[in-house]
């Protein structure tokens, strides 16, 4: 992975045709973690997998029995702190402290993120077991990552999205040195900027 990455689209996602994907927003890519496990029909909302000691698991395991249910598999597969292209939301516009360039609301700029690099795939299943396993398209990874925009989206994986939160967050203090996620591009937190 490359260290400077256009994350330019109006997504904020890159995706590549062998089922990776690098996000550089550490919310949204929790959510498309929590999706790991989950059954989904191809229309409504996923079956999210729920502890084993879960009253909800036996429903979950049920959900995976019908025919027109998959499996998604989503993980994290790497990451790396990288310069990413994303448009300023400061609404007062945002300057580059290295540079001294002034960016304005809307305008894309250089930020150092943490970029997730992410690998997802349905999975198919006969009789309990996995038969076949295909790929997320870069189309199916823009499906997933508008569904966190969407209001009533399918990213709602809640306890399972903190839990993948939170594994992130170590991911960024143990190998990056950062106490909290990084704030929105060109927003100020604590009287510091990420630029």
């Given at each position: 992975?490359?260290?400077?990455?256009?994350?330019?689209?109006?997504?904020?996602?890159?995706?590549?045709?062998n089922g990776r994907?690098?996000?550089?927003?550490?919310?949204?890519?929790?959510?498309?973690?929590?999706?790991s496990g989950a059954a989904w029909d191809g229309k409504g909302q996923p079956v999210y997998k729920p502890a084993a000691d879960s009253p909800d698991y036996a429903a979950w395991r049920a959900a995976l029995d019908r025919p027109e249910m998959r499996q998604m598999d989503v993980q994290l597969v790497g990451h790396q702190m990288a310069v990413v292209e994303q448009q300023v939301i400061s609404k007062d516009g945002w300057t580059d402290k290295s540079t001294g360039r002034f960016y304005a609301t809307g305008e894309l700029a250089p930020f150092r993120r943490v970029v997730y690099e992410l690998e997802a795939r349905y999975c198919y299943l006969t009789t309990g077991q996995v038969t076949r396993r295909v790929a997320f398209t870069p189309a199916d990874w823009q499906f997933w990552f508008r569904q966190w925009f969407c209001a009533g989206g399918l990213l709602?994986?809640?306890r399972t999205q903190v839990e993948c939160r939170n594994r992130l967050l170590d991911v960024n203090r143990e190998n990056y040195g950062i106490g909290t996620t990084l704030h929105a591009a060109g927003k100020v937190h604590h009287g510091h900027d990420t630029a």
């Open positions: 992975m490359p260290t400077e990455i256009g994350l330019g689209d109006e997504l904020g996602i890159k995706c590549d045709p994907a690098h996000v550089s927003d550490l919310n949204i890519t929790a959510a498309l973690l929590s999706l709602n994986g809640a």
